[in-house]
C-alpha cells in the first residue's frame, strides 16, 4: 500500500514569496491533515479535511495560508506571502476517518521549508 | 487551551534498561491516547495506543494510562541504539493535541 506523498521535500524562498506545498493521501482515507512543525516543537495542525470539507482551520493563518482539497483526495497548503517565521517542517498526514477512539494518522515525508 | 505536558528531554538511558517517558494532559474529557516515535528528519509513526486505565503491552513497549491524575507514559524495555528518537504523546477527544515530545537517547 502506497503511502502519504508530498512534494517538493525541499523549498528555500525570500520573505514575501509564496510556495505551494501538494500532498496526496493513502488512497480511501477519508481524513487529510497539513501540520506544522518548527524544530524542537510537536506538530501543530493547520487544517484538518474530512472528505472535500473543512473540519477544524482555527489555528491557520487565514491572512496568509490557504488550502484547499478538491474532490476530496489530494491537497495543496499554500503560502502568501511567506515570513521568516514560517520556516518549519509541513507535514501532511491521512486517516481513514477522526471520529472514535483510534484513528491512526499515517504520515508523509514532509516537506521542509526555509524562509531567507 | 488543552495543553498536553512531555518533559523536553533529553533523557538519557543506558543500552539494556528501562526508558520512562512521562506525558500529563489538561482536559479531563480526553478519551484516548497515542504515542508517536520521530526519528531525526522523519515524521512521526505511531507505536502505542491506550485508551483504558492500566498497562498495555506491546513487545518491549508498555503504555500506561492513569485518567485520575491525568497522566500517561511509555515504558521501553531493554532499550536498543534504535530506540534513539523524539518520542511524542498526542491526546484525543473530539481532535488530537500534540505534546512537544520527548528526545530519547540510548547509550550502547
Known amino acids: 500500500e502506497a503511502g502519504v506523498a508530498q512534494s517538493p521535500r525541499y523549498k528555500i524562498i525570500e520573505k514575501r514569496q509564496s510556495v505551494a506545498f501538494w500532498c496526496n493521501p493513502i488512497?480511501?482515507?477519508?481524513?487529510l491533515y497539513w501540520y506544522q512543525q518548527i524544530l524542537g516543537q510537536g506538530p501543530k495542525l493547520l487544517i484538518q479535511?474530512?472528505?472535500?470539507?473543512?473540519?477544524?482551520d482555527s489555528q491557520l493563518p487565514k491572512d496568509r495560508f490557504s488550502a484547499e482539497r478538491l474532490k476530496g483526495v489530494d491537497s495543496t497548503l499554500k503560502i502568501q506571502p511567506a515570513k521568516l517565521e514560517d520556516s518549519a517542517v509541513y507535514l501532511c498526514a491521512s486517516s481513514l476517518g477522526s471520529g472514535g477512539l483510534y484513528n491512526e494518522q499515517f504520515f508523509g515525508p514532509g516537506t521542509r521549508l526555509t524562509v531567507l | 487551551q488543552k495543553e498536553v505536558e512531555q518533559n523536553s528531554g533529553p533523557l538519557s538511558v543506558p543500552e539494556g534498561a528501562i526508558a520512562s517517558l512521562n506525558c500529563t494532559y489538561s482536559?479531563?474529557?480526553?478519551?484516548?491516547f497515542f504515542w508517536y516515535r520521530q526519528y531525526s528528519g522523519k515524521s512521526p509513526e505511531l507505536i502505542m495506543f491506550?485508551?483504558s486505565n492500566g498497562d498495555k503491552e506491546d513487545g518491549r513497549f508498555t503504555a500506561q494510562l492513569n485518567k485520575a491524575s491525568q497522566y500517561v507514559s511509555l515504558l521501553i524495555r531493554d532499550s536498543q541504539p534504535s530506540d534513539s528518537a523524539t518520542y511524542l504523546c498526542a491526546v484525543k477527544d473530539y481532535q488530537l493535541i500534540w505534546g512537544a515530545g520527548t528526545k530519547l537517547i540510548i547509550k550502547p
Open positions: 482536559d479531563r474529557g480526553s478519551q484516548s
Open positions: 488512497s480511501g482515507h477519508a481524513t
Open positions: 479535511f474530512q472528505n472535500n470539507g473543512v473540519v477544524d
Open positions: 491506550i485508551y
